[in-house]
């Protein structure tokens, strides 16, 4: 890999280890980028992830400033200066709003949203001062379109649009790109824990009448960190086979 243009420039991909997550990191890792994957729980299958990958994992939770601030310095210390964040770590406390609890509210705010908050924060003056970074935010068609059972959800992703629009006019004049990929549904452990009957409702509704692959979605995430989208930023990447049209 070090005869590769992309082999100096290093990418951190939070979730990095599941689903779409693990798709961006073997997409960065073909481009020849060094790559790391944050995750939180799931100790084997980081491990089993790891060692089939080539990839290092690393653990912490997105949703705690500072643990994000010390893992980032063990990213660093390892691999170097992460110019390449994609913020795709989430997860899901689905309820319709009469039977949401505060906490099912917070954990989904603190992780898909403030997560974006706490890797971008520790990581955009070191892009800056070095004049080229990329940031990729995964947002979702339910922060677009909405999703009934989900206003903690939707709204995490919604605000991880306009997060990305403000962080990128803060970065364009220092060759800092900011943009959002929003997936439609995609075959992950996340879609295909939803009950069959309602899963097949789900794909009826796509025009191209399946659910997304994460190679599809992670394919569209490395474009967006490519010298070819320098002129690229504030932008939202809607991957949905069709069914939300913004």
Same mark, same amino acid.
């Given at each position: 890999?070090?005869?590769?243009?992309? *082999?100096?420039?290093?990418?951190?991909?939070?979730?990095?280890?599941t689903?779409?997550g *693990?798709?961006?990191?073997?997409?960065f890792?073909?481009a020849?980028y060094?790559?790391?994957?944050?995750?939180?729980?799931?100790?084997?299958?980081?491990?089993?992830?790891?060692?089939? $990958?080539g990839?290092?994992?690393?653990?912490?939770?997105?949703a705690?400033?500072?643990?994000?601030? &010390?893992g980032i310095?063990?990213?660093?210390a +390892?691999?170097?200066?992460? &110019?390449?964040?994609?913020n795709?770590?989430?997860?899901?406390?689905?309820?319709s709003? *009469?039977?949401?609890q505060? =906490?099912?509210?917070? =954990?989904? /705010?603190d992780?898909n949203?403030s997560?974006?908050?706490?890797?971008a924060?520790?990581?955009?003056?070191?892009m800056?001062a070095?004049?080229?970074?990329?940031?990729?935010n /995964?947002?979702s068609?339910?922060g677009?379109?909405g999703?009934?059972?989900?206003?903690?959800? $939707?709204?995490a992703? +919604?605000?991880?649009?306009g997060f990305t629009?403000?962080l990128?006019?803060?970065?364009?004049r220092?060759?800092v790109?900011?943009?959002?990929?929003?997936?439609?549904?995609?075959?992950?452990?996340?879609?295909?824990?939803?009950?069959?009957?309602?899963?097949?409702?789900?794909?009826?509704?796509?025009?191209?009448?399946?659910? +997304?692959?994460? =190679?599809?979605?992670?394919?569209?995430?490395?474009?967006?960190c +490519?010298?070819e989208a320098?002129? /690229?930023?504030?932008?939202?990447?809607s991957?949905n086979?069709?069914?939300y049209?913004?």
């Amino acid at each position: 890999m070090a005869s590769t243009p992309n *082999a100096h420039r290093v990418a951190l991909v939070t979730g990095g280890t599941t689903g779409i997550g *693990a798709a961006i990191c073997r997409a960065f890792h073909q481009a020849g980028y060094a790559v790391a994957a944050t995750y939180t729980h799931d100790d084997a299958r980081a491990d089993a992830f790891s060692k089939a $990958s080539g990839i290092a994992a690393f653990k912490w939770s997105v949703a705690d400033y500072q643990a994000c601030v &010390d893992g980032i310095a063990r990213v660093t210390a +390892a691999l170097g200066p992460v &110019d390449i964040l994609a913020n795709n770590a989430g997860i899901t406390r689905d309820a319709s709003l *009469a039977k949401m609890q505060p =906490e099912q509210w917070r =954990e989904v /705010i603190d992780v898909n949203l403030s997560g974006c908050f706490n890797m971008a924060h520790a990581v955009f003056a070191g892009m800056r001062a070095r004049k080229w970074g990329r940031i990729v935010n /995964i947002s979702s068609i339910n922060g677009q379109a909405g999703q009934f059972g989900q206003t903690n959800y $939707s709204a995490a992703k +919604a605000g991880i649009l306009g997060f990305t629009k403000a962080l990128a006019l803060e970065g364009a004049r220092d060759g800092v790109t900011v943009n959002a990929v929003a997936p439609g549904y995609t075959d992950t452990d996340m879609v295909r824990a939803v009950p069959a009957d309602v899963l097949a409702k789900i794909v009826a509704r796509i025009p191209v009448g399946r659910l +997304a692959r994460p =190679e599809e979605i992670a394919r569209c995430v490395a474009f967006l960190c +490519a010298e070819e989208a320098s002129y /690229i930023t504030g932008a939202t990447l809607s991957v949905n086979g069709g069914q939300y049209m913004a």
